[in-house]
T-cell receptor, first 115, second 120 residues
């Protein structure tokens, strides 16, 4: 059963530390999205990639967040330095651009707590 | 203006009854797609159903159906014969533009969600 895999599932860190979240999209999917979910803001788009190229990262705080796809099987989201307001669940989702409907398949999320 | 509006923060339904979760959307793009996702307490986002703006018939997937009223810009989710396992947060989402066409990747924009509780 193909699925999007995210690590870590849970991360607790102290303010100022670097945090890296990883995502393995479904094999063959050519679009990858990073979303952040908080109680106050709901689900917000941070960045997305098509064929490993970043298409839009306007939702990310540029001074501390960075997103990359080193290869087709790995997407990373890095926060440096982390702040308490970054505490949220971070979702990675992938999709197949040739698919007729464009539904996204989500990972289980990475819950980040910054103290 | 909100692109996706879900006006019901919480809903209760008796087991085996049907329930409708409301969703209205706002777009000027003639081509768009509407999605419903389920998020149980475990946290994962599960795709339920899709409706394209040019689809003539309402989408159905098992016990899920989408009541698509284009003129009213509404895309309500109907769950028939509710089960205890249906208790979860439900999100309506929209993609503007054609997914398979040229241009950007066409992200999904989500509503604020409706927490559904199925009572035994």
């Amino acid at each position: 059963d193909a699925r999007v895999t995210q690590t870590p599932r849970d991360k607790v860190t102290e303010m100022g530390q670097e945090v890296t979240m990883r995502c393995q999209p479904i094999l063959g999917h050519n679009t990858v999205f990073w979303y952040r979910q908080t109680m106050m803001q709901g689900l917000e788009l941070l960045a997305y990639f098509r064929n490993r190229a970043p298409l839009d990262d306007s939702g990310m705080p540029k001074d501390r967040f960075s997103a990359e796809m080193p290869d087709a099987t790995l997407a990373t989201l890095k926060i440096q330095p982390s702040e308490p307001r970054d505490s949220a669940v971070y979702f990675c989702a992938s999709g197949l651009r040739g698919n007729n409907t464009g539904e996204l398949f989500f990972g289980e999320g990475s819950r980040l707590t910054v103290l | 203006a909100q692109k996706i509006t879900q006006t019901q923060p919480g809903m209760f339904v008796q087991e085996k009854e049907a329930v409708t979760l409301d969703c209205t959307y706002d777009t000027s793009d003639p081509s768009y797609g509407l999605f419903w996702y389920k998020q149980p307490s475990s946290g994962e986002m599960i795709f339920l159903i899709y409706q394209g703006s040019y689809d003539q018939q309402n989408a159905t997937e098992g016990r899920y159906s989408l009541n698509f009223q284009k003129a009213r810009k509404s895309a309500n989710l109907v769950i028939s014969a509710s089960q205890l396992g249906d208790s979860a947060m439900y999100f309506c989402a929209m993609r503007e533009g054609t997914w398979g066409g040229a241009g950007s990747a066409r992200q999904l924009t989500f509503g604020s969600g409706t927490q559904l509780t199925v009572l035994p």
